[in-house]
């Protein structure tokens, strides 16, 4: 485990997080909402070992953390409407499902629809993290099959997953909720999550 501050990172500790993603970590790092799971996007080991730790097939959507919406047009295609949209809500927690491009490896994109997760996290530590890396990472909600709610105290973290994750961020206490998960690729927006970001609007 490495404790870094949640409002001021210290960029000694980043880089040190940042060398074991570049040699293959998987880590769990805190967000603007719960704790995610995160390693490199062209890991495919990384990937591989998120979905055996969440238990979930390709089928499920893993999320690529960007660090604005110019970085997160290079891994989706947006339209002017899904971009207004993104616009309003980020940095937040909300991850968007979205067509992915041709920079997203096949591997990584949900196998029949071609989308992906994108976020923008309001988070210090995943910005500087995301800042110092100068590319996205690979991330998924950090909750355990049978779990009610996501993970969100590190100590917890470190316990029950210390011997198939590398290293533990431990940022404080993140919340127990999810972010809210929004579809953009139909005709309307689509809420496929209720989570911490406030979609009634879209309700409506």
Excluded at 28 to 57: E, F, M, N, S, W
Excluded at 99 to 119: C, D, N, S
Aim: proline share 8%; aromatic share 4%; glycine share 8%.
């Amino acid at each position: 485990m490495i404790s870094i501050h949640p409002d001021n990172p210290q960029p000694r500790l980043i880089r040190q997080v940042l060398d074991q993603l570049q040699e293959g970590a998987v880590i769990a790092l805190p967000t603007d909402a719960c704790y995610a799971l995160a390693c490199l996007p062209g890991d495919k080991t990384g990937a591989d070992r998120i979905r055996r730790i969440r238990q979930v097939d390709e089928t499920h959507h893993l999320t690529l953390l960007c660090r604005d919406l110019s970085e997160l047009g290079v891994y989706a295609k947006v339209d002017n409407t899904a971009f207004r949209l993104m616009k309003a809500l980020t940095p937040g927690a909300y991850t968007f499902i979205l067509p992915a491009t041709r920079e997203v490896p096949r591997r990584l994109q949900h196998p029949k629809r071609r989308t992906i997760g994108m976020r923008v996290p309001a988070s210090p530590i995943v910005s500087a993290l995301l800042e110092e890396l100068g590319s996205p990472l690979m991330s998924a909600t950090l909750q355990l099959p049978g779990d009610e709610h996501p993970l969100s105290e590190p100590w917890e973290i470190e316990e029950r997953l210390g011997k198939v994750v590398d290293l533990v961020i431990d940022g404080g206490a993140g919340t127990l909720e999810a972010t809210s998960v929004v579809d953009l690729t139909g005709d309307a927006p689509e809420v496929m999550r209720h989570g911490l970001g406030d979609v009634g609007f879209l309700d409506e």
